[in-house]
């Protein structure tokens, strides 16, 4: 079965700061990919990055940077100088590959506040 | 990617009573899916629903309670049937796209 565990139930951080989001996946399929969303308050889900098993480079985009790493079935998420606007419950997620008919497979979420 | 309308966003309920939560896809999509969001907690999948077919539930979920309709490729509506407090939580429907789209949520309150 699959398992996704983010261990930071809460972050609260200053503005400015660098902030590191864990995500630790458990699967034995082969061929899997990994998702981090982002819900702000308002409720709605937001795509941030996408990966596949065999894509273990690591993607930068603006203030956010993913870090991939199949030997320790991680793959944790870094914002840059954090902005108030960052605060949100960021969730990731994992899923089967290669059917549209794949289930997504969450983390508990981790709870970022970013103070000013 | 997909862009997905979901109706209601939110609603506040009588105990007792059903909700049907519609959502449109703006392209036609094989597989939509319906999680629950348990207030403070992670996005817990009810069903899968395939156009032609029954839904396949979860775990933990039933179709009396919860029935689905995919009557085409694009449409799937959710109804929450005899609803009761523990029902209050978002429910949101997704599609599987590069990103695995989801709706905006539909915000239940039961009372």
């Known amino acids: 079965a699959q398992k996704v565990t983010q261990a930071q139930t809460e972050i609260s951080v200053v503005e400015k700061e660098d902030v590191t989001l864990d995500c630790v996946y458990e699967?034995?399929?082969?061929?899997?990919?990994l998702f981090w969303y982002k819900q702000p308050p308002s409720g709605e889900l937001v795509f941030l990055i996408r990966r596949n098993s065999f894509d273990e480079q690591n993607e930068i985009s603006g203030r956010y940077s993913w870090n991939f790493q199949k030997s320790t079935s991680s793959f944790n998420f870094t914002i840059t100088a954090s902005q108030v606007v960052d605060s949100a419950v960021y969730f990731c997620a994992l899923s089967e590959a290669g059917t549209s008919g794949s289930r997504l497979t969450f983390g508990e979420g981790t709870q970022l506040t970013v103070n000013p | 990617s997909a862009v997905i309308s979901q109706k209601p966003s939110r609603d506040i309920c009588q105990r007792g009573t059903s909700l049907t939560i519609q959502c449109q896809v703006d392209s036609q999509v094989t597989m939509m899916f319906w999680y629950r969001q348990q207030p403070g907690q992670s996005l817990t999948l009810i069903a899968t629903a395939n156009q032609g077919s029954e839904a396949t539930y979860e775990s933990g979920f039933v179709i009396d309670k919860f029935p689905i309709s995919r009557p085409n490729l694009t449409f799937s509506t959710l109804t929450v049937s005899n609803m009761s407090p523990e029902d209050s939580s978002i429910y949101l429907c997704s599609v599987a796209r590069y990103g695995y789209t989801f709706g905006s949520g539909t915000r239940l309150t039961v009372v």
């Open positions: 699967t034995r399929d082969t061929t899997y990919y």
